[in-house]
C-alpha cells in the first residue's frame, strides 16, 4: 500500500479558510478508486513537544492499495480541479509518500 501525507500552509490561515480546505478535500478527493483510507483534519495545536512540527494547518491523509492506484488519482479530474480551485491560497505544500503494510 502506498501512504499519501499532504500538509498545506495557508496564505489565509483563518479557522474558516482551513475548515474551508478540510471540507473541499473531503468533497473532492475521498472515494477515489483503489483508497484504502482518506481522512482530512487540522493541526492538533494542544501537542507542542520539541518533536512537533507545527507549520502547517491543515492534512490530508490517503491510503491507496498500491502505486497504480495513486497515479491514477494524481491525473483525476477531481484532484486537478482541487488544485486549481485551491492553490492561490497555498503557502507552502509538503507530500509525504511511503510504503506500507497492514501487519
Known amino acids: 500500500?502506498?501512504?499519501?501525507?499532504?500538509?498545506?500552509?495557508?496564505?489565509?490561515?483563518?479557522?474558516?479558510s482551513i475548515d474551508q480546505l478540510v471540507q473541499t478535500c473531503r468533497t473532492l478527493l475521498s472515494g477515489h478508486?483503489?483508497?484504502e483510507h482518506f481522512s482530512a483534519g487540522v493541526l492538533a495545536k494542544e501537542f507542542e513537544r520539541e518533536v512537533n512540527v507545527r507549520d502547517f494547518d491543515v492534512a490530508l491523509?490517503?491510503?491507496?492499495?498500491?502505486k497504480a492506484a495513486h497515479d491514477r488519482y494524481q491525473v483525476s479530474e477531481a484532484h486537478q480541479r482541487f488544485i486549481a480551485e485551491n492553490k492561490s491560497n497555498w503557502r507552502q505544500v509538503r507530500v509525504f509518500d511511503s510504503y506500507t503494510s497492514s501487519e
Open 1 to 16: 500500500m502506498l501512504v499519501h501525507s499532504v500538509y498545506f500552509s495557508l496564505h489565509d490561515a483563518t479557522p474558516e
Open 33 to 35: 478508486p483503489g483508497t
Open 61 to 66: 491523509h490517503i491510503i491507496f492499495t498500491d
